[in-house]
């Protein structure tokens, strides 16, 4: 099997013409038909990370969050961006993410977050397919259902604007960066709105609306698990390896 039959298989999942025009998904380094003898799933292109794949025999890595996503000035080894490409140019590693259209899947990143919220009757919550907005099973007040976002997604801590004074049971949600939707959550009459990356001013709601920032790695890495499941489904012949190395670049004292 070839690095584009493996991207073909995750293309079936999350086609690459449902990406955003300013995202850099797909295949950004390496052959299109390079005989894959190993695939490591990853969240981020790290140069550990290429050094893990190196150490694990695979020559293919997959990862959500793209390695080259804006242009680059200068490759050199001793930066973090120029180690990890002079690593997979120098290993013959084929790189590839699946980034926005992975998000706006079927079953893929804001679906994976319904999911661990338990959120029904799911509708996407913008014209162009990014974020959802569900309902809870049952109505839960504000203090309880910050306890269980919280507790799904496996949080030290988030931050939120003021809890609201009524329950909450209309739940909109984005993965990654999500404070240009907070008007669509708003509109779709949604009591909270959960995604990552909200700026100080973000916080300050509407009467009867709250917002919850629970970080972007935390709203995303459950792609991971997800990508490789979508590979193992097509029974492939090579190795399938999950990334021993899930650094969230945020660390918390």
Known sequence: MKVRDVARIIEEFAPLDTAAEWDNTGLCIGSPDAEVKGVLVGFDCTPELIEEAVERGANMVVTHHPLIFRGVKRIAPECFLGSAITLAIKHDIAVYAAHTNADKAEGGVNTLMAARLGLCDCTPLSADGFGLVGNLPKP??????????????????????????????????????????????????????????????????????????????????????????????????????????????????
């Open 140 to 253: 839960m007040p504000a203090s309880e259902f910050i306890a269980h976002v919280k507790w799904v997604f496996s949080l030290k801590g988030l931050r939120c604007s003021a809890p609201i004074e009524g329950p909450v049971q209309k739940v909109a949600l984005c993965s990654g960066s999500g404070g240009s939707m907070i008007d669509d959550a708003l509109e779709s009459g949604a009591q909270a709105y959960i995604c990552g990356d909200l700026s100080y001013h973000q916080f300050f709601t509407e009467k009867g609306f709250m917002v919850l920032d629970i970080g972007h790695f935390e709203s995303e890495i459950d792609i991971v698990d997800k990508l490789i499941s979508v590979l193992e489904e097509k029974n492939c012949t090579f190795a399938i390896l999950r990334t021993k190395k899930d650094n969230n670049p945020i660390h918390y004292f």
